[in-house]
């Protein structure tokens, strides 16, 4: 069995949230990737075997040890793969199916936390839909299984050497554990204190400020900038993919690529510019953001959960323009990357001893992830990816941006509760957004203030 290992801040995050929840599925992750090419299933069925054996992360194993969960590498992760042949069947038959998959519950406890099935849709395509729990593999170790997956089925189709094996999550893993050790864990805890001490956050909602209000008059307190009751008995979810079109991806790539800006920076500045305007233009905005943190080769090629959550809070006046916003936006992005590896938990237990925040407070409705990372093979066949909503999120709304295939476009997946959000609001939105976008770039002397005034 092995060395038992604590989890990591990023695990310990997730495990909270899913002891926590009704609904046990909410670490689930849900993938799919087809080609219009047939696949020898024969073959694929190896690469797969091979993928697991190369990739340590779809190895591990959680146990409980006493009230402790812990983790240890098992021998193998694999699982029978299951052949899904929708020839001939509709749509919508497909879709629940991959559905069920997505909201059924991995077995936890010293028990495989992934599993893969091979796939025929009902328009001929081939490929595999992946479930895996969070605790293994954020969504860039997602896309490293599915890179290696296929460079391997690649190799063993044309009889070519292997490609370059995967680093080890094991020996990043041992990393992140040994960070409380050293001193960079103090500077960026002398970072983030001064964040949360340099005043009060506010909540702010995609739907505005009505429930704020009503909390202040429920407390007889109109000077309280926080709510409670973000309670996990009422977070089923749904998922609503919308496209970001090319022409305005091409549009702002272009000014990026010219004015040392990201495409990230854009979207910090839309997705917080819609909650200032329907929140009575409040300049202070206040989301969660995921960070990969994987920033070296060794990092992007491994397996496993790297990702953290981090505040990304944004004061911004209304007189001054688009591009001075994103030099602030920029500016602040690199702070918190330069102190990501912080433990949330001890951010968020921070702000509400600070502020006398209840445990279930919260001034954060948003979250927000931008991982647009190519899915596209080696031999550049077409390929289409879906993402499948597990039916539990803990929060209102979470927006996640990623690679459109290959096509120049982005695919922004909107997870959010239905108990709170309308589809009709996620619509506008991402209308917003788009509206921001355009007008920045044509004109990046406009104002912020200005910029609120777009439907």
Not at 119 to 127: A, E, F, L, P, S
Not at 189 to 207: L, V, Y
Not at 410 to 426: E, F, G, N, P
Request: charged residues 25%; contains cysteine; positive net charge.
């Amino acid at each position: 069995m092995g060395t038992y290992y604590d989890l990591s801040s990023a695990q310990n995050l997730l495990s909270l949230q899913q002891r926590y929840n009704l609904h046990r599925q909410c670490n689930n992750i849900c993938t799919s990737i087809f080609f219009d090419k047939k696949l020898d299933f024969v073959i694929l069925k190896k690469a797969v075997e091979i993928a697991y054996e190369r990739n340590d992360a779809l190895r591990v194993r959680i146990v409980k040890k006493g009230k402790i969960e812990r983790q240890y590498w098992a021998e193998s992760g694999l699982q029978r793969i299951e052949l899904l042949d929708f020839t001939g069947k509709s749509s919508e038959t497909m879709e629940n199916r991959f559905s069920k998959i997505a909201k059924k519950r991995i077995t936890y406890y010293d028990k495989p936390l992934s599993k893969v099935y091979f796939v025929i849709t009902n328009d001929g395509k081939n490929g595999v839909c992946f479930i895996n729990s969070h605790m293994i593999l954020d969504s860039c170790g997602v896309t490293v299984f599915y890179r290696d997956l296929f460079e391997v089925y690649k190799a063993l189709l044309q009889g070519n050497n292997l490609p370059k094996p995967l680093a080890s999550y094991e020996k990043l893993l041992q990393k992140d554990l040994n960070y409380v050790k050293t001193p960079k864990r103090q500077a960026d805890r002398e970072f983030w204190m001064d964040q949360i001490h340099s005043g009060e956050p506010i909540w702010t909602d995609i739907n505005g400020f009505g429930d704020l209000e009503e909390f202040r008059r429920k407390k007889k307190n109109p000077e309280l900038r926080h709510i409670n009751g973000e309670l996990a008995l009422r977070n089923k979810s749904k998922n609503l993919m919308i496209w970001f079109p090319e022409d305005i991806v091409q549009k702002a790539g272009q000014y990026c690529t010219s004015n040392g800006f990201s495409m990230q920076h854009l979207f910090f500045l839309a997705y917080r510019s819609y909650f200032s305007k329907v929140n009575k233009r409040e300049k202070d905005i206040y989301f969660n953001i995921s960070v990969a943190r994987r920033g070296t080769l060794e990092e992007k090629n491994s397996g496993g959960t790297r990702v953290h959550a981090k505040p990304f809070r944004m004061k911004l006046e209304e007189n001054i323009t688009f591009r001075e916003a994103l030099e602030k936006i920029k500016e602040h992005q690199s702070n918190i990357y330069r102190h990501v590896d912080f433990d949330y938990l001890e951010i968020d237990m921070e702000y509400k001893s600070y502020y006398k925040v209840a445990p279930l407070g919260s001034y954060a409705c948003g979250m927000f992830t931008f991982q647009p990372v190519s899915t596209t093979t080696s031999d550049e066949s077409a390929v289409y990816t879906n993402w499948y909503d597990n039916g539990a999120y803990p929060g209102r709304i979470y927006l996640t941006v990623m690679d459109g295939d290959g096509n120049g476009a982005l695919k922004c997946y909107y997870q959010y509760r239905i108990s709170h959000v309308s589809v009709d609001t996620i619509k506008k939105l991402h209308t917003y957004m788009e509206h921001l976008f355009l007008a920045g770039i044509e004109n990046d002397s406009m104002t912020i203030g200005s910029l609120l005034d777009l439907d």
